[in-house]
């Protein structure tokens, strides 16, 4: 029977639908992995409530282990602890800002209720920190909009929660 | 009591369910696209707590003994029961008519203009904000799992909809005058939120003060002046809505009672 070391190469092969360069695991969003009697159990934690891509994500899981040969699949989600951006790793936070997205600050005090704070985001095509906030929500749930005062590009930012 | 719960957990779906359906009324109509998006955003967020709840709502139903369901019945939708199949979540959302939903009130006001609209998130995810974070440390780990994760996403819907009030308080002699409209018509529905009723697993009376706090502040922000009026509206928490919320069903429940179990 399979490890779970195994699996967990395996999920490595499985992308966010909506940032294909990063695998579930960047995300930080598997929980735990077992096996059990020939069965596998993947517990999985949604990023936001109302995620689209979190059914797609599931599906995925599910037809990567069939392709490689494992068909008793059973995944839970469990919400709490909630998700965090502090749970991406460190290689996910690198492909991001590869890919043009500034990864998320570290959780510090920006996940707050109070008004009007500029959170220091750091332009991922040029490096300026020279950068404003132009809308805090994005193309996604978990994306807010930059635009870089040097370079003038604008570009997504995985906003920290 | 455990059905007290089922029927606390439809509200809070409820709740959420009505605004993320009035708010996706702004896909393709805000006033720029950059808000376009920031609202339905929301409304996304909204819609994944509602279905939270609702999967939680309809498992509780399912593991009920015969005497809760009877106690429960009048929630539960009548087309549901020919289906010999287990309750889910599509069936609480798209099944229930006017009077089986558990929304405050404000939640199902027409939409209005953009002033209508901030004005109403920003008392509503003020509301929520605080509603959730005393929930998440709820003797029910499931509840109390859902606001935990839930109160991330407020906590922006919460920043972004008082700074929105401040805009349009604080704006131009027309903002400031669309949000004072928006303030006379929506106050009277506040009172609500806060005036309990005998399914509500915690005491909501207690959050008044916070939330009141909240409003305050950003309403000094904003240059608009908390009314003195104290005539409140309610019964959207015992299933007596005002006539919106009627049409705003017809139109999103369509689907599933044109065709009854399609899916997507």
Known sequence: MISEKEIWKILEE???????????????????????????????????SGCPALDVINMDIRLKLIEKGYRDVSIQQQLSPAWTTDWMTEKGKQKLKAF????????????????????????????????????????????SIYSCLDCKETFDHFKCH | ??????????????????LAQRNAEWTGHGPVLEQDIAITNISLDLLGQAR?????????????????????????????????REL?????????????????LITELPKGDWAQSILRQFF????????????????DAQLAAIAEKSVKEVTYHLRWSSEWVIRLGDGTKESNHRINEA???????????????????????????????????????????????????????????TEHLGY?????????????????
Not at chain 1, 25 to 41: A, C, F, T, Y
Not at chain 1, 113 to 125: H, I, K, N, T, Y
Not at chain 2, 57 to 79: C, G, M, R, W
Not at chain 2, 124 to 139: C, E, I, M, P, T
């Open chain 1, 14 to 48: 499985v992308k966010d639908p909506e940032v294909p360069v990063l695998s579930v695991i960047d995300l930080g969003i598997i929980r735990s992995v077992g096996v059990s009697n020939d069965k596998i159990n993947i517990v999985v934690t949604p990023t936001y």
């Open chain 1, 100 to 143: 043009g997205i500034a990864p998320p600050n570290p959780k510090q005090q920006f996940c707050k209720e109070e008004m009007f704070q500029q959170e220091v985001v750091q332009c991922p095509r040029c490096n300026s920190y020279h950068t404003e906030l132009i809308s805090q929500f994005g193309s996604t749930a978990c994306k």
């Open chain 2, 124 to 139: 509503f995810s003020a509301f929520q904000f605080y509603l959730y974070r005393q929930l998440q440390n709820n003797n």
């Open chain 2, 88 to 104: 889910q979540e599509d069936d609480l959302a798209f099944l229930r008519t006017e009077h089986q939903f558990l929304n405050l």
């Open chain 2, 248 to 264: 705003l069903l017809a139109e999103m429940q369509y689907l599933q009672r044109a065709y009854p179990n399609s899916v997507w």
């Open chain 2, 183 to 241: 303030l006379k018509d929506q106050w009277m529905f506040t009172g609500e939120m806060f005036q309990p009723v005998s399914y509500e697993l915690i005491d909501v009376s207690l959050l008044k003060d916070d939330w009141m706090k909240k409003v305050e502040a950003v309403f000094s922000e904003a240059t608009l002046e908390v009314p003195k009026q104290t005539w409140i509206q309610n019964g959207g928490k015992e299933g007596r809505h």
């Open chain 2, 1 to 18: 009591m455990n059905t007290n719960l089922f029927i606390y957990t439809l509200h809070l779906a409820d709740n959420a369910l009505i």
């Open chain 2, 52 to 84: 939270n709840l609702y999967q939680y709502a309809a498992s509780l139903y399912n593991h009920f003994n015969k005497e809760e369901k009877t106690a429960v019945d009048q929630y539960i939708p009548h087309p549901w029961k020919e289906y010999n």
